[in-house]
């Protein structure tokens, strides 16, 4: 997957990509690069924002600088850029990122996120630039970059190769193999610690009943949630 990132913070990223899994990401050839869109505005002083016609607090990402980035970056109009792209811009009334539209993601071979900071973007860059439209939860964050690291964080892990074990994203929390489910629990040594007691199926050696009980287990949680 190649994936790129706008953001007004490109250096948060150098942060995020020194992680341990997004290393092993890049060393398979997967990118995870950041672009400034401050460095690619025609506007003089390096503006990139404005207030919102209308009045209101705040201010409003610029349709013209959204397009000076992304013309800078992929040489076309972002108008037909989003036909053969999934172009997703970060904001929190978006689709809300679940387990299933990760696994969507994951099969992109390019991915283009942009994080808009203050009160958001110009209408008209959703309108006309994106794709999608991703929200990490029902609350407002500051800007769009730690969404986007989210959004990477849980797609970079689906990638074949990227985790020690393939089968650690397969078997997971809200994933298909678990019906949506949430996982069933996990103990290692010591077997025994105060008067906690690994459950004895887990000890059998019986990978049938193993198997059966985490099932079960996984089916509990999703009927009652945690606390
Ligand atoms: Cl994607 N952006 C911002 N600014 N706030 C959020 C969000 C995104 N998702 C939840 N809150």
Not at 93 to 103: E, Q, S, V
Not at 155 to 161: C, F, M, N, T
Not at 178 to 189: D, K, N, Q, V, W
Request: proline share 5%; charged share 25%.
């Amino acid at each position: 997957m190649k994936a790129d990132v706008f953001t007004l913070f490109p250096q948060w990223f150098e942060w995020f990509r020194s992680q341990r899994h997004v290393q092993n990401a890049l060393a398979l050839g997967h990118t995870v690069d950041a672009f400034d869109f401050r460095s690619a505005t025609p506007l003089k002083w390096g503006q990139v924002d404005d207030t919102p016609f209308g009045g209101g607090a705040g201010m409003v990402l610029r349709v013209d600088v959204m397009e000076a980035a992304l013309r800078e970056r992929y040489g076309e109009d972002p108008v037909s850029l989003r036909s053969h792209r999934r172009v997703v811009a970060l904001t929190p009334a978006g689709r809300l990122l679940d387990d299933a539209l990760a696994t969507e993601l994951a099969g992109e071979e390019e991915l283009t996120l942009l994080c808009g900071r203050y009160e958001g973007f110009d209408e008209r860059i959703l309108e006309h630039f994106v794709s999608d439209q991703i929200s990490i939860g029902r609350y407002v964050l500051a800007g769009g970059e730690l969404a986007a690291m989210v959004v990477l964080d849980t797609v970079l892990r689906k990638l074949p190769g990227v985790l020690g074990d393939d089968l650690s994203a397969v078997e997971e929390s809200f994933s298909q193999a678990l019906e949506g489910a949430p996982e069933y629990p996990h103990y290692t040594r010591p077997a025994q610690w105060r008067d906690w007691a690994v459950p004895d199926v887990l000890l059998s050696g019986h990978h049938a009943r193993v198997e059966e009980w985490r099932r079960a287990q996984s089916r509990l949680r999703a009927q009652r949630p945690l606390p």
